[in-house]
T-cell receptor
């Protein structure tokens, strides 16, 4: 079955710097790759997603890139702000959505 | 339009007791899922359904059963609760993309 690995597990950056989180997946049939932000005690919230026929997608300060050949995808957050602090999860989908283990991002003022 | 609603929000069970968690969605989504999230960890798929009357096993199905008798409802059952099942349970639905999550059920088994 699908396996999703996510790195790093924790990431600390200064406000205004960029943050990059990377994921790899095992099932080449995966066709949908969302990223979620989860704040403490709350449900995961979709922040951006990409489908397998697209290599890159951007939404304001957030971008996702996909390399199907290497089976990896990345989340890029530019100009980080303290409110970006949360746990971020990547996921990959065939007929079911499998999550990575999460990255705790801390943005220091 | 409530989205995905989970009941109950909190529950404490004794070891060996049974219970059912209810997930209801009003978006006419075909796909529904149950995940569990342990402290400091990611979401692990328990069971899922690709349509009314169908169910399939996910990553961690042991100790759980599910039913999808109606398209809008997905039930998760624990027949004999164990302390290892203490977790936060999230339900989600999709069409098949654009997942919507419920607010979660915090279950403690003592």
């Amino acid at each position: 079955g699908e396996n999703v690995e996510q790195h790093p597990s924790t990431l600390s950056v200064q406000e205004g710097d960029s943050a990059v989180i990377k994921c790899t997946y095992s099932d080449s049939a995966s066709n949908y790759f969302p990223w979620y932000k989860q704040e403490l005690g709350k449900r995961p919230q979709l922040i951006i997603d990409i489908r397998s026929n697209v290599g890159e997608k951007k939404d304001q300060r957030i971008a996702v890139t996909l390399n199907k050949t290497a089976k990896h995808f990345s989340l890029h957050i530019t100009e980080t702000q303290p409110e970006d602090s949360a746990v971020y999860f990547c996921a990959a989908r065939t007929d079911k959505l499998i999550f990575g283990t999460g990255t705790r991002l801390q943005v220091f003022p | 339009n409530a989205g995905v609603t989970q009941t109950p929000k909190f529950r404490v069970l004794k070891t060996g007791q049974s219970m059912t968690l209810l997930c209801a969605q009003d978006m006419n989504h075909e796909y529904m899922y149950w995940y569990r999230q342990d402290p400091g960890m990611g979401l692990r798929l328990i069971h899922y359904s690709v349509g009314e009357g169908t169910t399939a096993k996910g990553e961690v199905p042991d100790g759980y059963n599910v039913s999808r008798l109606k398209k809008q409802n997905f039930l998760l059952g624990l027949e004999s609760a164990a302390p290892s099942q203490t977790s936060v349970y999230f339900c989600a639905s999709s069409h098949p993309y654009g997942y919507t999550f419920g607010s979660g059920t915090r279950l403690t088994v003592v």
